[in-house]
């Protein structure tokens, strides 16, 4: 009676164990290559690829006691690392955690729980996993629908693995590239304005300037239709040459304007003050008092 409840007592016990160790064994193998949001690791812990060709976890360079979390080959005595996360931003002791967040983005923290990196994904969603892969590729996965939302070859260090695929967020680049074009569109439309500004503020400067010129010299035409030349009716007047100007001698104006008296004055112009005059004519030397007219006399 004794030997039957022994046997059926190593029997239970058996079954108890096989049961242990299977779960046990489940769960190993689930964590062996993969960080979830109840299985972070830890600075003494590690995630092997499920080939055993790539390892993640901490590491130390050398000549330094920082801590770094990085992705090395694993068959190899001479540690090669291949990718490192947080390289700008290392861990100062062996606190680090490297765990699933909240909202989904695979995270370092320090002692602290400050966020020392971060996948920082936006699209990230509360059921994700990561996962080192047999390529080398650290990826974060949504366990809704099995897609991959992040990965390390996208965000490559300074070496490239064998069959590595560079890739990128398209809509990270489509945003980008939009972006890029607004600026140029902006910078470009803004010179081409200030050209165009620049072109018609020169042609009314000219514009106003030429006015002035051709009215100026229509009434010299009229005061003094011997000095100046004619006028063709396809310019409409507009482009008056002039062969020579009259030069007068102060005494001629003098004689000319009385001396310049106050009564002889007409006003005051753009040139300067306007008399009113007896047209001279040049004889030789002799001054020959011709008829009433007008003449600016400039001072």
Known sequence: MRLIIC????????????????????KFSIAIDTITLTQPINDSESIISSNKTFQLGFFSPVNTTNRYVGIWYNNIPVKTVVWVANRDRPLIDSSGTL?????????????????????????STVNSSARLLDSGNLVLVDNSNGKTIWGS??????????NMVLSSDRSTDKKR?????IAISVIVGSIIISICAYFIWMVMVKQRGFKKKSNGMLLFKRLFPEYSTEVSSEDNLN?????????FKFEKLAIATDDLIETNKLGQGGFGPVYKVIMIAHADLEVVLLTSEIIWCLF
């Open 7 to 26: 046997k059926g007592a190593i029997l239970y016990l058996e079954l108890f164990l096989i049961l242990f160790f299977s779960c046990f064994c489940f």
């Open 99 to 123: 765990m699933i967040s909240k909202d989904g983005n695979l995270v370092l923290l320090n002692r602290q729980k400050v966020i020392i990196w971060s996948s920082n994904v936006s699209n």
């Open 153 to 162: 070859y996208q965000n490559p260090s300074d070496s490239l693995l064998e």
């Open 177 to 181: 590239d939009l972006k890029v074009v």
């Open 239 to 247: 482009q008056v040459k002039l062969e020579e100007l009259p030069l």
